[in-house]
């Protein structure tokens, strides 16, 4: 059974503390994803990467980088958290794409507050 | 304007009525085309692809209009496990392999 586990499902950090959220695959994918999630904006993509390490910044990587080591694993940093990045972090994996068979399979999500 | 644009509902209805979503998307070099399903708190999920010829899953129907930029979700005979954020999600052209969702459809199926 496909399985993306993330770190934590809830985290409560303080303004300026560096965080760390980590996200792990078992299905041996080349692809990983980290998105947020926030009301009325839908999910937005942060970083992705497509190999080991790789990394290509998404849609809003300002404030945040990532580190991926090992295949099965990609990390996202927040080097210093703010309140603005509350959210629900959302981690995900994918096969290399095809164009009608993609499918990314998504971790349970860990939803950040920053104090 | 944003890429894809979906309306946020909520879809109020009855078991067993049909109800349908409509997305449309800015980018007309896009490729693939999904609907993803999110329940409550949880990750959201393949639903289904959608094929230019228009596919169909059991009680669920996608269509893709590439000339006007829309794609639906048709769902008959509302079940209340139909109850959730539906997700249209596009992919290809500019945006490459990338993914760029719909901030989401809710639906709320009652007895």
């Known amino acids: 059974d496909v399985k993306v586990t993330q770190s934590s499902r809830y985290l409560v950090k303080r303004t300026g503390e560096k965080v760390f959220l980590e996200c792990v695959q078992d299905?041996?994918?080349?692809?990983m994803f980290w998105y947020r999630q926030d009301p009325g904006l839908g999910l937005r993509l942060i970083y992705f990467?497509?190999?080991?390490?790789?990394?290509e910044k998404g849609d809003i990587p300002e404030g945040y980088s990532v580190s991926r080591e090992k295949k099965e694993r990609f990390s996202l940093i927040l080097e210093s958290a703010s309140t603005n990045q509350t959210s629900m972090y959302l981690c995900?994996?994918?096969?290399?794409?095809?164009?009608?068979?993609?499918?990314?399979?998504f971790g349970p999500g860990t939803r950040l507050t920053v104090t | 304007r944003k890429e894809v644009e979906q309306d946020p509902g909520p879809f109020n209805v009855p078991e067993g009525a049909t109800v349908a979503f409509n997305c449309t998307y800015s980018n007309s070099a896009s490729q693939s085309f999904f609907w993803y399903r999110q329940d409550c708190r949880k990750e959201p999920k393949l639903l289904m692809s959608v094929y230019s010829s228009g596919n169909e899953d059991g009680r669920f129907t996608a269509q893709l209009n590439r000339a006007s930029q829309y794609i639906s979700l048709l769902i008959r005979d509302s079940k209340l496990s139909d109850s959730a954020t539906y997700l249209c999600?596009?992919?290809?052209?500019?945006?490459?392999?990338?993914?760029?969702f719909g901030a989401g459809t809710i639906l709320r199926v009652k007895s």
């Open positions: 995900a994996s994918s096969k290399p794409s095809k164009r009608h068979s993609y499918e990314q399979y």
């Open positions: 999600v596009v992919k290809g052209g500019e945006y490459g392999n990338k993914l760029v």
């Open positions: 299905m041996d994918h080349e692809n």
């Open positions: 990467s497509y190999d080991v390490k790789m990394k």
